[in-house]
C-alpha cells in the first residue's frame, strides 16, 4: 500500500511563507505525475500544482510566481514552497501521486494552512 505523509502547514501572517512536503513510501520514479490540490470550507478540491516525473512544471493561475513545486528522487519528496502568502490560500492542503494510464491515484491525509491578515 502506497503511503503518501505530508507536513509543514500551520498558520502563518499574510506575506509570509511555508514550505509543504510530501514523502511517498515508495520511489516517486513510480509516479508519472505528482501534485498539490488544496480544499478550502464549502469549496470544491483544485489543482495547486504539479510535477511530472521529468520535471515539467503546472500552476494554478491564482499562485503562478509565488508558488514552487519541486521535487528530491532520492528523498522521495515533492515540496511545495508557498511565499507571498495571502488569507485566500487557506485551505487544506493535499498530495498527490498518479501512476501512469490506468494507474491508481494515491493521496496524502491533507495538511492545514491557515494564513491571517
Known amino acids: 500500500q502506497v503511503q503518501l505523509v505530508e507536513s509543514g502547514g500551520g498558520l502563518v501572517q499574510a506575506g509570509g511563507s511555508l514550505r509543504l512536503s510530501c514523502t511517498a513510501s515508495?520511489?516517486?520514479?513510480?509516479?508519472?505525475?505528482m501534485g498539490w490540490y488544496r480544499q478550502a470550507p464549502g469549496k470544491l478540491r483544485d489543482l495547486v500544482a504539479h510535477i511530472t516525473s521529468g520535471g515539467s512544471t503546472n500552476y494554478a493561475d491564482s499562485v503562478k510566481g509565488r508558488f514552487t513545486i519541486s521535487r528530491d528522487n532520492a528523498k522521495n519528496t515533492v515540496y511545495l514552497q508557498m511565499n507571498s502568502l495571502k488569507p485566500e490560500d487557506t485551505a487544506v492542503y493535499y498530495c498527490?501521486?498518479?501512476?501512469?494510464?490506468?494507474?491508481?491515484?494515491?493521496w496524502g491525509q491533507g495538511t492545514q494552512v491557515t494564513v491571517s491578515s
Open positions: 498527490l501521486a498518479r501512476q501512469g494510464i490506468g494507474g491508481a491515484d494515491y
Open positions: 515508495i520511489s516517486i520514479f513510480s509516479f508519472n505525475r
